[in-house]
């Protein structure tokens, strides 16, 4: 298909790739306090109070940071080397509700565990879960079966291994990870991201392609062909991927498309790319070699009434790195543009 310049918001042509449209950032978050290669990842925490919410980002040198809304710090914790980040609600733990995080643990080897305080917005760093037979984890995603059952999905760098485990409250402060499904892509895997409606999880082997499996335990070992990295709609590196749900199946898988600095977005149902587009300078500066991205499509306050998309930037203009935040109608407007022009 062919991506045309939409909403007069500029349109760019990469070396190699399609065209792209041109999205502006709204809102930044301060920078992470490591140098260097340092921010990776983030997902986004609904409180109460929508307004409350928290942007999670990882550290990947020193833990993991807690966002408010207008980009400030509200918590650091110092957990280590933690790579990629996601979370889900109502853990079943005795007492007051608190909710759950999980990031992938290069320090500890395994899964870092967090709980969140809806009441006080706190985030509490819980024992990391030791995974056997992995060597560098990578990549984290959280999958909520209609069983009840909460799994994690924990990807070894190479050759691109996944682990998933249930995750249990065990009594006496720990949370367990129980192996229940092991599986592999082949080389470099990082990214994944589980749709909760549809029990499918997506996996992005960073120089090959994106994939779908089942995301039930007994679902098998088979991958099956989401999309390719071709160069030209996606560049190799594949990275963070997240979903626009819409209706019951439908919707849209992003991936950052690292190697030309773009992001790319495909129908859940087809595979087919709907729009590629770059964040580009504005009020807020723009974004290159993404790698971590979250969305959440949910209103989030007056400021985002549909919810926002964030992603890492490895080079803010005031040094270091951060994440940026986009407003979610922009890129939906830009979506119903791209599908009315076909």
């Not at 020193?62 to 650091?76: E, K, P, R, V």
Request: hydrophobic share 40%; with cysteine; proline share 6%.
């Amino acid at each position: 298909m062919r991506l045309l310049p939409i909403l007069g918001l500029g349109f760019l042509a990469a070396c190699g790739g399609e065209p792209a449209v041109e999205i502006t950032a709204v809102r930044e978050t301060v920078a992470v306090a490591s140098s260097g290669d340092a921010a990776d990842d983030p997902t986004i925490w609904l409180a109460p109070e929508a307004q409350d919410s928290l942007i999670l980002g990882t550290d990947k040198q020193a833990g993991l940071y807690a966002y408010n809304l207008d980009g400030t710090i509200a918590q650091h914790i110092p957990a280590g080397r933690v790579n990629n980040v996601d979370l889900r609600y109502d853990f079943a733990l005795p007492g007051p509700r608190r909710d759950i995080a999980v990031a992938s643990d290069r320090t500890h080897i395994g899964l870092a565990v967090f709980l969140i305080d809806p009441e006080t917005r706190a985030i509490e760093a819980w024992p990391t879960i030791p995974v056997s037979d992995v060597v560098d984890p990578y990549g984290a995603c959280l999958y909520a079966s209609p069983t009840g059952a909460l799994y994690a999905f924990l990807t070894d760098k190479d050759p691109g291994t996944v682990v998933q485990l249930l995750l249990r409250y065990d009594g006496e402060g720990v949370i367990s990870g129980t192996e229940v499904r092991r599986f592999a892509t082949g080389s470099t895997t990082e990214g994944c991201v589980a749709d909760d409606r549809t029990r499918m999880l997506y996996i992005a082997e960073e120089n090959v392609a994106v994939w779908q499996i089942g995301a039930e335990p007994d679902a098998g070992t088979e991958l099956r062909h989401f999309a390719d990295v071709d160069g030209r709609f996606l560049v190799a590196d594949a990275e963070g991927v997240a979903i626009i749900p819409e209706g019951e199946t439908g919707g849209w898988l992003m991936v950052s498309s690292q190697g030309d600095s773009r992001y790319v977005t495909y129908d859940l149902e087809t595979g087919e790319p709907a729009l590629r587009f770059a964040v580009v300078d504005g009020e807020v500066d723009g974004t290159s070699h993404t790698d971590g991205l979250d969305v959440f499509p949910h209103a989030l306050g007056p400021d985002f009434p549909e919810g926002v998309f964030v992603v890492q930037d490895d080079e803010e203009d005031a040094g270091g790195q951060n994440f940026k935040v986009m407003d979610l109608r922009d890129i939906r407007a830009a979506l119903m543009a791209q599908r009315s022009a076909e």
